[in-house]
Every structure is written in structure tokens, then in C-alpha cells.
């Protein structure tokens, strides 16, 4: 199993990127199903959960080909061809792998009339179900049964039948489920409404790539979209850039906010993280934006806040690991409070076996700050946690091993050649 060996170090310094957004690439990835023909996707991350969507559309009968990396180093386009017939099967070897894969529904419904997709995986943080996705998909008139573990969908008419738009109502604004009735809504029949969609900005990136596909969609990133169903669509004439990973640049954030120093982020966009940079500032942490990029600086102990997760703009629960390892190590007691995923404190039992005072309490967590955690043994429980993990070995005395790396590769191109082209001791053995 490949680890994560952090010894403390900082202050860090540096400019980074934080590369292509994945939640955004997913979703692009998948809406090229939408259109036969070559697609071109520019600023795709080299990480896992690319290479298992990849695989996924490779089984749905698409050719996914990267180009030659680009001069600055970064990853190189993604080319994506679609052929006219697609095979409506997304295989559970590879959806078990990665949840996401779900969004290939709305795509085959749309296409084929049909899709047979295993119940999805993926990070296993509480009860996830995807009833808000079969909701919306079936409003639009997709009929569907499990059989054998996977979802059969189809859409009454045979091979001539379409999906008919409608008023979609979510009872949660599900970011996957905006994705997938979104995906399923542009060759729908008619008008799309939906009322109480996810606004987060990689919706807004999916739409502006299905809008130069030839899709018309009024209202992406606000609670209310509209979409006038097309009979057909086609690649873009141009190659999309992905939106950069507000995730990926929290992570980097919060490693200066616990080590100390000054770093840029070259394409950080505030403009995607107002309330976790509102949080960021309580706790002491400096960001500007300039021309260069975003600046963050920290010098001081950080000050304990109190956080809640809440859907986009809210604090996401993607940042909660960071926000509460940051809190492990500040002045003063945060209260911190999950709204989203019932498991997602797992990783708690880690950062107390290096020193940190947390208390659980169902969806609420303690956080009474330490000066200093203890390096240890700990095991990465999944992507953002693990991300945390490390970053909490960068402010513990002696050495921190973080195993169970893949899950991290699920969502970093290098996290340890990141933070050590910063000046961290992170090392991957
Ligand atoms: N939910 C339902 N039914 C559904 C869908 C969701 O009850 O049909 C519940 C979930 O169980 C959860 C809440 O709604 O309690 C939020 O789920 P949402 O659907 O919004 O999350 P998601 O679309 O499955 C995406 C990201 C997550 C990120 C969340 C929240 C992708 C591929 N994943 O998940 O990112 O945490 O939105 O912003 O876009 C990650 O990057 O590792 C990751 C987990």
C-alpha cells in the first residue's frame, strides 16, 4: 500500500496551481456521450477518478485518448470520441469504484432511451442514496427497476421513445442529481424546469460546455434552471477548460494556514470560495487576489470559529476535514457541524491518535485546540480526509504516515510534489 511519510515543516513558499476541477471534469467527461463526434476537454486532472470515468465511457463504446502534456507541465487535453451507438451499460467493476459514474445516466437515457448503471459506490460516508437523481429522471418520463444490483432505466417508446420535459422539484439541491436531470433535460422534448438545483460552480461549468454543444439553458447556478430541449447536439466547436478545483486550492490554503508562510495559487478563484475564504479569514489566514493569483499568508496561531456544512455557496462538506484539522491546532474550541453526509467524521479517530481533543456528538463535533500534534500512524478513510491527514503531519512533531495514499490519488495529481515544491517534508513511499 503506498503512504504518505510527513515529517513538520514551513514555512511554505511558492506558486502552485490548483489544476482542473474534478467534480467538473466528471461531468464534462460524461456529457460528451451526449454528442457523436470528437470532443476536446483542456485542463482535465491526471487523477484516478478520470482514468475509472475514462474506463467508464471506454465500456459505453467511446474512445478517451490523452494529447501530449502541455508546456507548463500541466496535464494534456483530453480527446473524447463518441461514436453514433453507444452500449447503455455502465459496469459495476467500475461504478463500484467511483460514484460519480452515476451521472452517465441522464446522458444514456437522453442518447439511447436506455441505461443499465450499478448502484454506485464510491466514498463510503454515510447512506448515499440516488433517489433524487430516479425522482428527476423519472419526472421527465424514464421508467425504472433494479435488477441484479443495477439500475435499468428506459424510456417508454422503444427505440424512438424521448424524454419529455417537465417541472423537477428536488426535495435537496443534489449536486450529481442537478448533473444528471440536466444532462437528460437538453434532448429532452420540450421545457425543463429545476426548481431547488445545486448551485455550485462546476453546474455552471457543465452548462456553459452543453450550451456550446448547442444546448439551451437558461439559470445555471442559481436555483432555478431552464432548458429548451434539442433534437441533436455537437462537440463544441472549441476545446472547454475545466474550471480550477476549489477544493484542491481550500487544501493548499489550509496548508498555509497550518505551517505558516506565503503562498499564490495561480488559479484560485475567490470568487467560487466566498464562505470557506470567510472562514479562512476568522481563523487568522490572509487571502488577497492580484493579478498573479490568489495570496495567502499566515503567520500567527490560528483562532477557533465555529462552521456548519451547508449546500453551495455554504461552507461545503468537502472542506470540512481541512477546516477541522485546522481547528485541531488553533486557540480556543470550534463547534463544527455536518449537514450533509451522516459518516463524514471518521477520519476524528485519526487526528486524535495524533494528539487533537475532539469531541463527536452525532453531526456535531468539538474541537478544543492543541499547540501541537503528535506525528503517528494513520490511515487515509477518504479523499479529503486523507488530504487532511497529511496536512495535519505537516504541524505534528516527528514523522506521520498516512496509508491507504489511493484514496488521495482519487483526487490530487501529486499531492506531496505539491506541498513539497512549497517547502513541506511530504514524501510518498
Ligand atoms: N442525497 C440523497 N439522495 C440523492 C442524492 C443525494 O439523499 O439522490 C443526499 C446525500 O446522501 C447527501 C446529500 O444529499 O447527504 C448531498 O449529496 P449531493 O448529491 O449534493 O452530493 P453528490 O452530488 O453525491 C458531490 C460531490 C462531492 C461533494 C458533494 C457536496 C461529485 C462527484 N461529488 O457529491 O464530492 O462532497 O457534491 O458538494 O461531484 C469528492 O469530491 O470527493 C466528493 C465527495
Known amino acids: 500500500m503506498d503512504r504518505f511519510v510527513v515529517h513538520p515543516g514551513g514555512p511554505l513558499h511558492g506558486t502552485v496551481s490548483a489544476g482542473g476541477a474534478k467534480n467538473s471534469a466528471l461531468k464534462l467527461m460524461a456529457a460528451c456521450l451526449l454528442a457523436p463526434g470528437r470532443h476536446v476537454l483542456a485542463g482535465v486532472p491526471r487523477i484516478v477518478d478520470v482514468e475509472i470515468m475514462a474506463e467508464v465511457l471506454q465500456a459505453i463504446g467511446a474512445q478517451v485518448d490523452r494529447g501530449p502534456d502541455g508546456p507548463d507541465g500541466g496535464p494534456g487535453d483530453l480527446v473524447i470520441d463518441t461514436p453514433t451507438t453507444l452500449v447503455p451499460e455502465a459496469p459495476y467493476e467500475l461504478v463500484e469504484k467511483m460514484r460519480a459514474s452515476v451521472v452517465v445516466l441522464g446522458p444514456l437515457l437522453a442518447r439511447t432511451g436506455r441505461a443499465s448503471v450499478s448502484l454506485p459506490g464510491g466514498d463510503d460516508f454515510g447512506n448515499r442514496p440516488i433517489d433524487i437523481h430516479l425522482h428527476g429522471l423519472s419526472t421527465l418520463g424514464a421508467v425504472f427497476q433494479t435488477v441484479h444490483g443495477n439500475i435499468e432505466g428506459r424510456v417508454p417508446g422503444g427505440a424512438e421513445g424521448r424524454l419529455v420535459g417537465q417541472r423537477v422539484v428536488f426535495e435537496y439541491p443534489s449536486h450529481t442529481a442537478t448533473d444528471n436531470v440536466l444532462m437528460a433535460a437538453v434532448l429532452a422534448k420540450g421545457t425543463t424546469v429545476i426548481e431547488n438545483a445545486a448551485r455550485e460552480p462546476e453546474v455552471s461549468d457543465l452548462a456553459d460546455f452543453l450550451t456550446h454543444m448547442g444546448a439551451r439553458i437558461r439559470g445555471a447556478g442559481t436555483s432555478h434552471i431552464e432548458v429548451d430541449g434539442v433534437d441533436e447536439l455537437h462537440p463544441s466547436p472549441r476545446s472547454h477548460r475545466v474550471i480550477p478545483d476549489r477544493v484542491v486550492a481550500a487544501t493548499l490554503l489550509s496548508a498555509v494556514a ?151 490519488d482519487r483526487g490530487y495529481e501529486d499531492l506531496a510534489a505539491t506541498l513539497s515544491s512549497l517547502g513541506a517534508d511530504v514524501t510518498r513511499a
Request: hydrophobic residues 40%.
Open 258 to 408: 497550518m505551517a505558516g508562510g506565503e503562498i499564490v495559487i495561480e488559479d484560485g478563484r475567490p470568487d467560487h470560495m466566498d464562505m470557506v475564504l470567510r472562514k479562512m479569514g476568522d481563523l487568522g489566514v490572509t487571502v488577497t487576489q492580484g493579478p498573479e493569483g490568489m495570496r495567502a499568508t499566515s503567520s500567527d496561531r490560528l483562532h477557533s470559529v465555529d462552521v456548519a456544512t451547508l449546500p453551495y455557496p455554504g461552507v461545503a462538506t468537502d472542506y470540512k476535514p481541512f477546516l477541522v484539522t485546522m481547528l485541531s491546532v488553533a486557540d480556543g474550541v470550534g463547534i463544527v457541524t455536518e449537514n450533509l453526509f451522516s459518516g463524514r467524521f471518521r477520519y476524528v479517530d485519526e487526528l486524535r491518535r495524533m494528539g487533537a481533543d475532539i469531541r463527536t456528538e452525532g453531526h456535531h463535533a468539538v474541537v478544543r485546540g492543541v499547540r501541537r500534534l503528535s506525528g503517528a500512524p494513520v490511515r487515509a478513510p477518504d479523499l479529503r480526509a486523507g488530504a487532511a491527514l497529511v496536512l495535519a503531519g505537516m504541524m505534528a512533531e516527528g514523522e506521520t504516515v498516512v496509508s491507504d495514499a489511493q484514496h488521495i
